[in-house]
């Protein structure tokens, strides 16, 4: 699976957007892009995937540039809760056993 | 559905005691794993299982044994713990057989070993 490259903090006030960028310039073309979070040492909590196209969920926006080199979560109205580490990760689907195999993500703190 | 519950949530021990943290999660998943997170790290996974009767390796497995006997359980036993295994471990699982698909993970297990 493809080595993914994000910023390792990042500030944003309460009610603004949240926009994460992630680096995969090494992609393939069966990888998609997942996001998942962790909340003070909670389980990792699923937000939203995509292969190409861009997608949305009631949590949050994913944007995959057209060459899927790069891709940005976007929290619309980032609240206090939403203070976590994030996490993008390149991972196929199909074949032998996939490995989540997870950085150290993006601390992100939402302030007032 | 209760998701996936791991027990026990926390844990000490003290070093060449053994234990077992269980694992179950009733979605009927194929996938199921677990990772240790050391402080200010990203999770690393130890075992994995496709499927019940089949487990592999992770990056991490040295020191810890896993059996999938059902599809719904897959614990993790530390034979000889040692203060390096000082960790919070989770369990997640996953749908699909290869793991690629949304996983979900359990509340973690902290566990200190003396």
């Known amino acids: 699976d493809a080595k993914t490259t994000q910023p390792p903090s990042m500030d944003c006030a309460e009610g603004r957007a949240a926009n994460l960028p992630c680096n995969h310039s090494t992609i393939s073309g069966n990888e998609y892009v997942y996001w998942y979070r962790q909340i003070h040492s909670q389980g990792p909590q699923y937000i939203i995937h995509?292969?190409?196209n861009n997608e949305t969920n009631e949590m949050a926006s994913l944007i995959i540039t057209e060459d899927r080199k790069s891709s940005t979560l976007i929290l619309p109205h980032a609240t206090l809760r939403d203070t976590a580490v994030y996490y993008c990760?390149?991972?196929?689907?199909?074949?032998?056993?996939?490995?989540?195999?997870f950085g150290t993500g993006t601390r992100l703190q939402v302030t007032l | 559905n209760a998701g996936v519950t791991q027990t026990p949530k926390f844990q000490v021990l003290k070093t060449g005691q053994s234990m077992t943290l269980q694992c179950a999660q009733d979605m009927n998943h194929e996938y199921m794993s677990w990772y240790r997170q050391d402080p200010g790290m990203g999770l690393r996974l130890i075992h994995y299982s496709v499927g019940a009767g089949i487990t592999d390796q992770g990056e991490v497995p040295n020191g810890y044994n896993v059996s999938r006997s059902t599809t719904e359980d897959f614990p993790l036993r530390l034979l000889s713990a040692a203060p390096s295994q000082t960790s919070v471990y989770f369990c997640?699982?996953?749908?699909?057989?290869?793991?690629?698909?949304?996983?979900?993970f359990g509340p973690g297990t902290r566990l200190t070993v003396l």
């Open positions: 995509g292969l190409k």
């Open positions: 997640a699982s996953s749908w699909a057989p290869s793991g690629g698909d949304t996983q979900y």
């Open positions: 990760i390149a991972l196929s689907w199909g074949g032998t056993a996939s490995k989540l195999t």
